[in-house]
């Protein structure tokens, strides 16, 4: 599977034409400083260890790395995952901070002086050369890189093939484009049967990577959001179809009469066509639905849109700012989340435990690929994951003010005014984007210098 872009340049040249391409960040000449050969100890602590394989996945990392540097001990920090926040505030408090740790909100991070500038050593690291470029670009808070991108998950569909016979609808292909998405979920949508075209209708998140190249959720660009015609029509769409009833959106009524529970999820009862989610719930429809609902799911990409991008949300980790050791931090860094043996044998780690791999490799290097791809025995997933090109990450953790213009929309209740349609979103589209603008430009003037 060939990932590398072709060089723009070169197809400058093939046509006859020049293009004026922005050159990615300078890289210095210099090599990364040599990691120490004294005898320490790095802490670090990551998310996730109750998830199926998680705990062998991280045993092994951690191996592997002080297999490579045996002067190196590793303390895993066990903090439980709903009080990661407030664990990482007490710590930071005491200056406890582990060495390298996984974050929910890097900006976050970033304003509590928890995270260390990552771009000495970023701008030295040759294999960054992989990183997709908006996972490049878009981690950028002010001008500066705290983070790197431990492991992805990519939108999906949970398609429902026993509703696609039932109703004589041709599977698409796995390079489906939006505007054929649409047209399934109209075609087979039967609210009168309680059978629905599609459900969770993320589009405000969707439609900015679908048709403005590079953006996520509320239009971030890595410098400023935007809520253009893109963003209206998402709310459009989304409206557009609930009220159809071609977006499962059923009332507690229509669940106990159809389903006998007005509490019951119709997705998992095979009542929708084409679920939006995520690969964490491949083992939960594995496991769960596909006996639940008698029907049989096959994982599908998230179709593209004229950019060809697709959203995808990441986490994120950084060194601690208090540690002792940065160069080996970041080494451990690489080790555990981004680097190429990180994510291999992430990935065989995972084959080994007896499930998918769900949590996702963070770059284009095309070895991690193959390896992902060629070792995976279900041709649904070897088709999902080969429709993993250009990438975008969800600005949520990282874009400047997002937390508290999040505030201020929920005490406008903007989107409970849209909900009851007393709102339209070309109404208020203008007020949304000065306002976050506003609030990103106040937020990054209050960073601590």
Do not use: C
Request: without cysteine; aromatic residues 14%; glycine residues 6%.
């Amino acid at each position: 599977m060939k990932r590398k872009l072709v060089s723009l340049v070169a197809l400058a040249l093939v046509f006859g034409v020049f293009l004026s391409i922005a050159a990615p960040p300078a890289r210095a000449e210099e090599a990364l400083p040599p990691m120490t050969t004294e005898n320490i100890t790095l802490r670090l602590a990551f998310w996730g260890q109750d998830l199926k394989s998680e705990q062998e996945v991280t045993a092994a990392l951690m191996k592997q790395f002080t297999d490579k540097y045996p002067n190196i001990t590793l303390e895993l920090v066990a903090i439980e995952q709903a009080q990661w926040v407030e664990s990482l505030q007490n710590m930071a408090a005491t200056g406890e901070l582990p060495d390298v740790f996984g974050v929910f909100s890097v900006s976050q991070a970033v304003m509590n002086e928890w995270a260390l500038p990552l771009d000495e050593f970023y701008n030295k690291e040759p294999d960054v050369k992989d990183m997709f470029e908006a996972f490049e670009k878009n981690a950028l808070i002010g001008g500066v890189r705290y983070s790197m991108p431990w492991v992805m998950y990519p939108h999906v569909i949970f398609l429902n093939k026993t509703m696609f016979e039932m109703y004589n609808e041709p599977l698409p292909a796995y390079d489906w484009t939006v505007d054929e998405y649409f047209d399934i979920a109209t075609r087979i949508t039967h609210p009168e049967d309680f059978y629905f075209g599609t459900s969770n209708p993320l589009y405000e998140d969707l439609f900015p990577a679908w048709y403005n190249k590079g953006q996520g959720k509320w239009g971030w660009d890595g410098e400023n959001y935007h809520f253009d015609q893109v963003w209206i029509d998402a709310l459009n769409k989304r409206y557009e179809l609930i009220d159809s009833q071609v977006v499962e959106w059923a009332s507690a009524e229509d669940k106990e009469k159809f389903l006998g529970d007005p509490a019951a999820w119709p997705p998992g009862w095979g009542r929708s066509a084409m679920h939006i989610d995520w690969p964490w719930t491949i083992p939960f429809f594995d496991d769960v639905v596909t006996q639940q609902s008698g029907s049989e799911f096959l994982v599908y990409p998230i179709p593209k849109g004229p950019s060809g991008d697709q959203l995808v949300i990441v986490d994120n980790a950084v060194v601690g700012a208090s540690t002792n050791h940065p160069r080996e931090a970041w080494e451990l860094l690489k080790y555990m989340t981004w680097g190429k043996d990180a994510m291999l044998l992430r990935q065989s780690a995972t084959r080994a435990a007896g499930v998918p791999v769900t949590r996702l490799p963070v770059t284009q290097n095309e070895e991690v690929w193959k390896d992902l791809i060629d070792n995976t025995e279900r041709e649904d997933l070897k088709n999902f994951y080969g429709q993993l090109t250009n990438l975008v990450p969800s600005p949520w953790p990282v874009a400047p003010g997002w937390d508290a213009f999040q505030a201020w929309v929920n005490e406008q209740d903007i989107y409970g005014r849209m909900d009851r349609r007393e709102l339209a979103p070309a109404d208020i589209a203008a007020e949304m984007e000065q306002k976050a603008n506003e609030i990103k430009e106040e937020w990054l003037a209050s960073l601590p210098q």
